[in-house]
């Protein structure tokens, strides 16, 4: 029995959404573009971290006297609050599913793309240090995210080992 994790439908379109901007690494997660395809605009500033909405101008400052792994994080974060906040243009390829998910599960999604994660492997030791690197992001968001996929991997690999057995 192989181990096969099917990825939510939100998790397809944040992928999709991804790819038709040619963002398909860790590397080309870039908060300009990202700001750009979600209609925000990014600063950041020594103050702590908000977002401004005034009819159809949306903006989120981060706090720049933070880590760079803590404004990546503050960057999804808001972008996801602003999300389910203000809502996206009916246009917008999340604008029905968005509300389908945990605000937490929009950011780590966001933040950890399906798409990308297909190119590593969950079950390595050091798997969460390695994302955190690749992503720059705190090894805390890395791990919630990849739970869900190692849980279902290891009950997979439980059945697998039942099978063997039963089979002897």
Do not use: W
Request: overall charge positive.
């Amino acid at each position: 029995m192989k181990f096969y994790y099917f990825p939510s439908p939100i998790e397809c379109a944040i992928s999709t959404l991804y790819l038709n901007h040619k963002i398909n690494g860790p590397r080309n997660i870039c908060e300009i573009t990202l700001g750009q395809m979600f209609n925000i605009h990014v600063f950041h500033s020594n103050f702590p971290t908000s977002y401004y909405a005034n009819g159809s101008f949306l903006s989120l400052t981060i706090d720049s006297r933070l880590s760079n792994i803590q404004q990546r994080e503050e960057f999804f974060s808001g972008i996801a609050m602003i999300s389910y906040q203000k809502g996206l243009p009916e246009n917008h390829l999340l604008s029905t599913i968005i509300h389908q998910l945990p605000m937490t599960q929009l950011i780590q999604q966001l933040a950890l793309p399906y798409h990308m994660l297909t190119a590593y492997d969950i079950s390595h030791p050091d798997i969460v240090s390695t994302l955190s690197y690749d992503f720059k992001l705190p090894k805390s968001l890395c791990l919630e995210r990849i739970k869900p996929i190692q849980k279902l991997k290891e009950q997979s690999s439980i059945e697998k080992r039942c099978c063997e057995l039963t089979r002897r």
